[in-house]
Every structure is written in structure tokens, then in C-alpha cells.
């Protein structure tokens, strides 16, 4: 941009709006060609591995991703090659578009291929599982992405357990968790508005032996509970209004549940 500025001023303001583009196209392309280091880098493999580094700060993704891309073919002996490797898989699931996530899947994986050992290893799965984790759609959808990174971050719970990640993965974990639990919820309540009871027993059930940290277990419990009542099985219903003013301090359900507690137990 510099030197589009400073031809700018030599041509002078009657300068043809001509002169003008051709100055412009003269700046653009001298900007363009394939990623190298400098001739007189010591250490060209650094350098591209810093310039990559400082572009994938700034977000500009696929400028971030020539420099590291330039480093994994060109020095396969590079200590950097692993880093850039990583870098790569970065830029593409910083895109946060449905291409960008499947080549970082590919990305990631080939890492943990290649460096199982690898001291950044733990973060090569936690990002193979947030490529799935950006996928997840909402809960009435396909849940196929959310099962995928559920399993991803198991995997990575199981074999990095000491790790710094670990509290973000945790974290991560119980979100993907609440939507393909959230999922089963939306069906449970829809059996229970159309009165079909049974379905919902069996789905909220099932929820509540497949996931009893789920976030919202209230709603569950509640709902439970009520489908049980409605179905004359007063005695099943009580515990689960019970856990729902045990567990929760706060919760939408909670004036109903003690009231539905006060009844059932006269």
C-alpha cells in the first residue's frame, strides 16, 4: 500500500485515471507470488513459522496458512513442522465454515498420526474435537456432529487427564452433552403434550440413566413426574418432584414440584 502511495504522488494529480490503475496493478502484483523466506534467513524454517504465527494472531487465516503450509512441505526436518502442522489446522477451523472444519478434521488427525507422542499432542484432540463441536446443530436437527465430539472428548479426557486443557474440554464435554440431551428432552415433551405418557416415561427415563448431570434435569424431573401422576402411578411420581426441591435452588418447576409434593403426600 506504500508504494501504490508513494507512485500515487510522483504521477502528479493530472495524471490520467489510466496511469492510475496501471500504478495500482504494479503495487497488487508485486505483493503476489508464492510464500519464501528471505535469501539471507538463518533460520528460513523460523521465519516462516513466525510469520505464520503472527497472521494466525491477527485472523487473516489463509495468508497464516501459506506460511505454515510452505514450512511442512519445504522442511521436513524442521523442529517447527509439527507447530506448523498444528497452525494449519488452526486456520481452517478459524474459518468456522463447513469445508474449513472437514480439512481440519484431516489436519489433526494426520498430527496425532504423526506425533502420537508430541508435547502438544493433548491440544491436537482437543481440537480434533472442537472441528466436530463447530458442526453440532441445534437439537431438532441431526445430532451425528454432537455424538462425534462427544466421543472426541472423551477420548481426550481418557488419554490426557493431567492436561491444562482439561477444564475447557470438561466444559466443552457437558455442553455437547446438554444439546444431545436436550435433543431426547424436545421428544419426551412432545409425547407428553400429545398424552401419549408412555413414550414420554420411557424417553425422559432414558435421558436420566444416560446423562443424571444433564444442566436441566428439572424440566425432566418435572415433567417425569407429571406423566407418572397422569398415569395414576402417584407413588413413582413423588421422588422424582422430591429430587427436583433437592437439587435445585433455582428452578422454573420448583413452586409447582412443592405443591405436587404437598398433594401427593396428604
Known sequence: MNRFRSGVRRLGRGAPLALLFVAALGAGCASTGPIEPPADAPDPDKFLFDRGSEYLADEKWSTAREYFRRLVDGYPQSPYRAEAKLGIGDTYLGENSAEGQVYALNEFREFLSFYPTHPRADYAQYRLAMAHFQQMRAPQRDQTATKDAIRELTTFLE????????????????????????????????????????????RFRDLLDRDPDYSYRDA???????????????????????RLVQEFEVSDYLKRAKERIAELRK
Open 159 to 202: 488419554r490426557y487427564p493431567d492436561s491444562a486443557l482439561r477444564p475447557e474440554v470438561e466444559t466443552k464435554l457437558r455442553e455437547a452433552r446438554d444439546r444431545l440431551s436436550r435433543a431426547d428432552y424436545e421428544v419426551g415433551l412432545h409425547y407428553f403434550r400429545i398424552r401419549w405418557y408412555p413414550g414420554a416415561i420411557d
Open 220 to 242: 425432566v424431573y418435572f415433567y417425569l413426574g407429571e406423566a407418572l401422576r397422569a398415569t395414576g402411578r402417584q407413588a413413582e411420581a413423588l421422588p422424582y418432584y422430591d
